[in-house]
């Protein structure tokens, strides 16, 4: 799990979500833009693990991407939270190989991975959390103009 406990708790949060068939990508930010959580999930572990997060963040809306079986788990969705959350989904094209740039911004290579070429290195976990980050970015961005 990572997650940052150091912003005011009360205030308005998103949940990001990257659906998928196996496994789902998470991600809590405030309207300030400070990640206070994210992480890969099993895509049967989804509904409890967005509960659960429901319960230590005041999410007020859930942003997914609009690809993969989205329609299937927006519907799932819906149906399975005990409190529906408004759903709003964005484009989510191009995001799996922003979020892979983005890793090495959260997570810089160290000795001498860091001299081979971002292109060459092979990312150690999935990135759907990321991914779940950059839609609530698209989000923002979006509202913004």
């Excluded at 230590?56 to 690809?67: A, E, K």
């Excluded at 408004?86 to 995001?95: F, K, L, W």
């Excluded at 001498?112 to 092979?122: G, K, Y």
């Amino acid at each position: 799990m990572h997650s940052d406990s150091s912003s005011l708790p009360d205030q308005p949060t998103i949940l990001g979500f990257d659906p998928g068939r196996l496994k789902c990508g998470i991600a809590v930010m405030g309207v300030d833009r400070i990640v206070k959580y994210h992480q890969v999930v099993s895509a049967a572990e989804a509904i409890a693990e967005i509960e659960m997060l429901r319960q230590t963040f005041p999410v007020s809306l859930l942003i997914m991407g609009n690809q993969t079986s989205s329609k299937d788990w927006k519907l799932k969705l819906s149906e399975s939270l005990i409190d529906p959350l408004r759903i709003v989904m964005v484009d989510e094209r191009n995001s799996t190989l922003e979020a892979r740039d983005r890793y090495w911004q959260m997570y810089p290579a160290k000795g001498l991975l860091s001299l081979v070429p971002q292109s060459l290195r092979s990312i150690p976990r999935p990135v759907d959390d990321i991914v779940a980050i950059l839609l609530i970015e698209r989000y923002l961005e979006r509202l913004i103009g």
